[in-house]
């Protein structure tokens, strides 16, 4: 049980959850998953670590302990350029390099 809070102080407290937003290659804009990441960490820190988080190294990108999946499929590719992540009520767009900020 004490693990169980833990976690939930993590997620309420010391986390910030982000949607992923797969657009790319055509994609009609749907959010994949949302993230947890350290409140603690830049717009920016948080897009990498999305980023980091919805790709599919050793084993599907969904089975990512902070990875919330929501798309409606057995699987659902890895994020990549061109893609968008929503930070609170900013949205970041993956570039070729880095990201760039939406207005």
């Known amino acids: 049980m004490n693990d169980m809070l833990l ?3 993590e997620k309420m407290v010391l986390k910030d959850s982000i949607s992923v937003i ?9 959010v994949v998953a949302t993230v947890s990441v350290d ?15 919805t790709n599919s190294i050793d084993d599907a990108w969904w089975n990512n302990k902070d990875v919330n999946p ?8 890895s994020t990549s350029v061109g893609d968008q ?19």
């Not at 797969?22 to 749907?30: E, Q, S, T």
């Not at 717009?43 to 988080?53: G, P, R, S, T, V």
Request: proline fraction near 4%; charged fraction near 20%.
């Open 7 to 9: 976690q939930n102080y």
């Open 22 to 30: 797969h657009c790319a290659f055509g994609d009609v804009p749907y």
């Open 39 to 53: 409140k603690n960490l830049s717009d920016i820190q948080k897009c990498e670590k999305a980023f980091m988080l």
């Open 70 to 77: 929501l798309f409606p499929n057995e699987g659902c590719r």
């Open 85 to 103: 992540v929503l930070v609170g009520n900013t949205k970041y767009v993956c570039a070729n390099f880095g990201w760039e900020k939406l207005t």
